[in-house]
């Protein structure tokens, strides 16, 4: 190689000599500066769309805010005996004590609770109240409607 290049003339040598810069330059470009520079623009996309939902979240946050009243919602209990004990609470302030059928704890803080012939009405105010003010939630319900207008048979699990 060096005898090829000795053999060449002045003007090729530095023809090549210039060739194999811009070559190791290129090569420089697509294997450093290229993939810098294109995470560099996506990272920079996926801050602005970040903090774009951001503000939408903190502009959702104080809507939901002035829509429940400005109050918070209550912290979710911490124990299963707790939680228990309140959900039969709750269902004997709120009327529903004689028509709830079984309560049963169900994983870590979870409780299914069995209802036969409630009011609807007052069973979907407990509901609220429960979430509201103690802090559960309904992850599913089961609502089957009796014979009775206005009455229904419900299972529902709340954690």
């Known amino acids: 190689m060096k005898d090829w290049f000795s053999s ?3 003007r090729e040598r530095t023809l090549v000599q210039l060739a194999g810069t811009v070559i190791i330059l290129f090569i420089f470009y697509l294997i450093i500066i290229e993939p810098i520079s294109s995470s560099y623009t996506k990272n920079k996309n996926n801050v602005a769309s970040a903090t774009e939902t951001l503000e939408w979240m903190q502009a ?6 002035q ?5 918070e919602l209550a912290e979710r209990p911490k124990d299963k005996q707790f939680t228990l004990s309140l959900v039969d609470r709750s269902a004997r302030k709120s009327g529903l ?11 870590d803080l979870g409780v299914r609770v069995w209802f036969e012939n409630a009011a ?11 979430e509201s003010e103690h802090g559960l939630s309904v992850n599913e319900i089961n609502i089957e409607q009796t014979e009775m207008t206005g009455l229904v048979n419900v299972r529902v699990f709340l954690n």
């Open 97 to 107: 004590a004689e028509v709830m059928k079984r309560v049963q704890p169900e994983g």
């Open 67 to 71: 829509l429940r009243g400005g109050h």
């Open 8 to 10: 060449l003339t002045q």
């Open 120 to 130: 609807f009405d007052q069973l979907i105010t407990w509901l609220a109240t429960i």
């Open 60 to 65: 959702a946050s104080v809507e939901i805010k």
